[in-house]
């Protein structure tokens, strides 16, 4: 017998006690197999690996990336801006500049979403090529796009500036020639915020990436594409609930490291006139230069430009005395007279013997609250169970694809209760997506009967913690008005570039109030603030008196919170009337009303943005009269008209501007570029908010392997003995 022939008759024995030559190779293999299978489930499985492939997250230095249909991400358009505040009382006048350079040697599309604040009312653009200034228009929203589709085919030079959200909009510039520069400048108004003695004034510079719910909308089959109608915009397919998801997902740059210069540039300079004597000039998350000359601050950034990843706030206190107590603003445009109120009602003391209170916290954990966001969102909450009293009752619940409540029901906010609480938040981790829908309804639902078996408690409050990167917020805002009932909800935006304008406007449907918390250096006393306004009876039943009928926004006149004031834009009509106006309200069970001479207010001096401001705010309460169940198109109706005559961006309105010149040559492409943003300061090294259950067919296809070989090993090691000894020979 050779040996050849030996090995045979071996490999025959091992086969069959195994079963069969595939059952004995497999076994034979299983050591390696196993090792491999383990090594590529952990790379296949491991939370870099779970994400769609984004070569954003490869790069090492400080470029802008740019992508065609169906190209790879390449460096051709470096984005800068620049923008200067001009504050003068309660307005300031902003001035943003974008500037587009192409370094490829293509002509280019640069597409670009950028954030404003939610109350900005953008007025005024142009575009300028060298020497040349075109100034923008307002058309209706459609003929703009139109109108820049028309330009950018003919060869021509466009700009088209879209309003997507109250704080989103997108900015694109056609036919960048190879080498030029192209700059688009806007100009908004907005007004100054003041609370608790201080002013404020927010400029958002970069996005948190949003999730989108539901279900990526049906394709036409004879034309698949069309999932996709802007492939050069966004990372998001439109869904049933999120139709443009598209236009609302901005790529976005990783975040620099070490010495690296500023992906995305922004120079901030402003000039701050408040006509009265100031304590303190501040900006707690950018250094800056301050420079005064009779009472006017010039300042600017300290190191001249900064990385547009988190928001610029600029804060400043009166010296003691002088903060204004009612003030009311006036311009004249176009024969007609606008106004804005200011008026700020006394605090109410606060309770000796706190009233016991139902608090519902709930806590955003989905995955873009990673990084520093989440640990802001832990100290918050940590600080605000600290702060109950033993009359309270509470529950917590913790939101991301799914939802989980702490307790069943409130529970009292006793010692044991409390550190249970305490345990549970340390856990607390960010994952998964922003399903958010779910979590408010949780919050705002009536108490169970169980419940019932307790006093009524005399205030139910929702404290809600989160950045507010969802896209479906009218969805949320129409749940807020259904549920809330006598709930009040607060808001608290984390993070360094929140969705500022879904929290305040969720505040507002839920008559309560926003606060927000950028770092984590301001927990302790941002929370402190929150606690006083919930603890403190708010100024309820407000009312404006004017000596003759007016045009007033918002119609229906907010609760207000310790230190927040009442304002309210008034058109006059073609002329200011005489007389005085009073404003009355409830202040803890007390009447309280203040009285002021409108002609003593107008000697204040005229202010250059209030009618601006008045149509901005008529435009956003028409548009929350959607909410309640108003018809679109009635809506448009009312909105369109007053944007075209005030000359300002909505979301039936855009401004476009078109160079007559034709600068593409007929035989040359036209390229469309996505300008990425910089990613907000602190948030973990991830495009988007993936779902916690999010991983890929190839960890599954590997986890099954795995799971196979185990109980391949299982079934051997389980088989009986089998007897090889020949049987004798007849």
């Known amino acids: 017998m050779t040996p050849q022939y030996r090995l045979y008759r071996s490999c025959r024995r091992e086969a069959a006690t195994f079963g069969g030559l595939p059952l004995w190779l497999a076994f034979r293999c299983l050591p390696a197999l196993l090792v491999a299978g383990l090594m590529l489930l952990l790379l296949a499985a491991s939370p870099s690996r779970a994400q ?8 090492e230095s400080g470029q802008l990336l740019l992508r065609a249909a169906g190209q790879p991400f390449v460096p051709a358009i470096i984005q800068a801006s620049k923008v200067h505040f001009d504050i003068s009382g309660m307005l300031a006048t902003v001035r943003l500049q974008q500037t587009f350079h192409n370094d490829s040697a293509q002509y280019v599309e640069g597409v670009y979403a950028f954030p404003l604040p939610q109350d900005a009312a953008v007025r005024y653009m142009e575009m300028r090529i060298g020497e040349r200034r075109i100034v923008g228009a307002v058309r209706e929203k459609a003929e703009a796009k139109k109108l820049y589709q028309a330009a950018k085919q003919a060869g021509r030079k466009a700009s088209l500036v879209e309003q997507q959200r109250p704080n989103l909009f997108t900015n694109r510039v056609a036919n960048i020639a190879p080498g030029e520069a192209v700059t688009v400048e806007l100009e908004y108004v907005q007004p100054v ?20 719910p539901g279900v990526p909308l049906a394709t036409d089959e004879e034309a698949p594409l069309a999932l996709t109608p802007d492939p050069y915009l966004g990372w998001a397919l439109p869904t049933d609930q ?8 901005p790529l976005l740059h990783p975040a620099p490291g070490g010495d690296h210069a500023p992906l995305n540039p922004i120079e901030i300079s402003a000039r701050l006139d408040m006509g009265m004597p100031l304590a303190a000039v501040d900006s707690p998350y950018h250094d800056i230069a301050l420079a005064r000359r009779a009472g006017v601050y010039d300042l600017r950034l300290a190191q001249g430009v900064s990385e547009m990843n988190r928001d610029f706030v600029l804060t400043w206190e009166p010296v003691t005395g002088s903060a204004p107590r009612a003030a009311l603003f006036t311009e004249q445009v176009d024969g007609e007279h606008f106004g804005l109120l200011l008026v700020v009602p006394p605090s109410a003391p606060a309770a000796t013997r706190p009233l016991p209170r139902e608090i519902i916290f709930v806590v955003d954990t989905s995955g873009s609250m990673g990084g520093v966001s989440i640990e802001q969102a832990r100290a918050s909450l940590s600080r605000a169970l600290a702060q109950l009293h033993p009359a309270d009752r509470f529950n917590i619940i913790e939101f991301n694809s799914q939802q989980r409540s702490l307790f069943r029901s409130p529970v009292p906010a006793s010692r044991h209760h409390v550190q249970a609480a305490q345990e549970f938040v340390r856990q607390l981790h960010a994952s ?4 958010m829908l779910p979590a408010l309804r949780a919050a705002l639902a009536p108490a ?10 005399a205030l139910r409050q929702v404290v809600f913690i989160t950045d507010g990167a969802v896209g479906n917020e009218a969805a949320l805002f129409e749940e807020i008005a259904r549920l809330l009932g006598d709930t009040r909800l607060f808001t608290v935006g984390i993070g360094s570039a929140p969705n500022s304008w879904f929290m305040r406007k969720a505040a507002e449907f839920g008559r309560g109030a926003h606060t927000h918390i950028g770092d984590i250096d301001e927990v302790g006393q941002k929370m402190a603030t929150l606690f006083e306004q919930l603890s403190r009876p708010a100024a309820v039943n407000l009312a404006v008196d004017w000596p003759q009928p007016v045009e007033a926004w918002p119609q229906r006149l907010p609760d207000l919170y310790h230190g927040q004031p009442l304002s309210v834009a008034v058109k006059f009509g073609a002329a200011i009337p005489a007389g005085e106006v009073r404003v009355s309200g409830d202040i803890g069970g007390q009447a309280w009303s203040r009285r002021l001479q409108i002609s003593g207010a107008v000697g204040q001096g005229a202010h250059a943005g209030v009618a601006s401001l008045w149509a901005r705010r008529k435009i956003a309460g028409l548009l929350d009269q959607r909410v309640s169940g108003r018809a679109e198109e009635e809506v448009r109706a009312e909105v369109l008209p007053l944007a075209l005559q005030h000359r300002l961006l909505s979301p039936y309105t855009s401004f476009i501007a078109v160079e007559e010149i034709v600068s593409r ?20 090294d991830q495009p988007f908010a993936w779902p916690r259950t999010a991983t890929t067919a190839r960890a599954r296809a590997w986890f099954a392997a795995l799971l196979l070989f185990l109980a391949l090993l299982l079934r051997v090691l389980r088989q009986g003995e089998v007897d090889h000894v020949p049987a004798a020979r007849a």
């Open 193 to 212: 915020a003041y609370t608790a003695g201080v002013f404020s004034l927010r400029f958002p510079m970069t996005i948190t990436p949003r999730y989108m």
């Open 665 to 684: 040559p007929e035989d040359e492409a036209l390229h469309g570029k996505a300008v990425p943003n910089s990613r907000p300061h602190g948030q973990a």
């Open 52 to 59: 769609a492939p984004n070569p954003l997250n490869e790069l």
């Open 448 to 457: 169970l009967e169980a419940d019932l078996q307790h006093d009524a408690v």
């Open 432 to 435: 998964g997506g922003t399903e």
């Open 242 to 249: 999120v139709p443009d998801a598209d236009a609302i997902s």
